[in-house]
């Protein structure tokens, strides 16, 4: 797994108020999943990439994510021209590509890379903490934030468990086949995972009432706003004014 391993170099996007970053990439995502013209896509996909190269990421992790992404797309194109109805781009006997399907395909993932970007660049440098004290500063519910900084906390734990459990598993000589067998013990190895994390969770309320946990999100950062945050979010509205316009037909490329 690649969950832990650092993303980003020191970059003036890391100096960003997380209450900005956080605050521009809902709308940001929002706008993007939303067009439905190929020009308006690509410079959705231009402006992303620009948010990203202003986070100086490391190119490797970066890309391994990327690759993640358009694996899934990779089927999307295998399937969508196939079976889309539409005027054929090209044909081999009962085999049609459509026109429409490939344009389908071409704009999912012009659109998924563009918010896996934005995502990356606004909101992946920050670490959990930052991010759930920053959705409790923008007013988001108490209980959102806290599902997911315990989610973000404890996923590893609950992953290290299944991998316990696997590694017993094996050692009585269980061998994954398709059979009842097979699905009775992965049945039964999830029902002991559901079980040790219930019980793992009592013992952390436990803990945190103990050291006078009340429900309420501290944080020893204290965030402020500076200018050029100002100037960052105009810089992103902007961009993103640009795309509205050019999806809406007020311009032309």
Known sequence: MFVDEPLFRDSPLGGIDPRVRLALALPTVVCLAGLRG?????????????????????????LRRLAVV??????????????????????????????????LSLLVSLKANAIACVFLALVAGMD??????????????????????????????????????????????????AGLHTCRTLASLLGLLLVRSYERSLRVREAML?????????SVTEFRAHPADALFAS???????????????????
Do not use: D
């Open 38 to 62: 190929l020009p308006a896509c690509l410079l959705g996909l231009a402006l992303s990439l620009l948010l990203l190269f202003f986070a100086r990421p490391l190119p490797v992790p970066v």
């Open 70 to 103: 358009n694996v899934f797309l990779l089927f999307l194109w295998c399937v969508t021209p196939l079976t889309m109805p539409g005027e054929p781009l090209a044909q081999w006997g009962f085999l049609a590509i459509s026109r429409a399907g490939v344009r």
């Open 210 to 218: 103990l050291r006078g946990f009340t429900g309420h999100f501290y």
């Open 235 to 253: 810089f992103v509205l902007a961009g993103l004014s640009a795309v509205i316009c050019l999806e809406a037909g007020i311009f032309h490329v």
């Open 128 to 177: 959990a903490s930052t991010v759930g004290y920053a959705l409790v500063q923008l007013r988001c519910p108490a209980k959102l934030a806290f599902l997911f900084l315990f989610a973000a906390r404890y996923v590893h734990v609950v992953a290290k468990e299944w991998q316990n459990l696997v590694t017993a598993a094996r050692l009585r000589a269980f061998e994954p086949r």
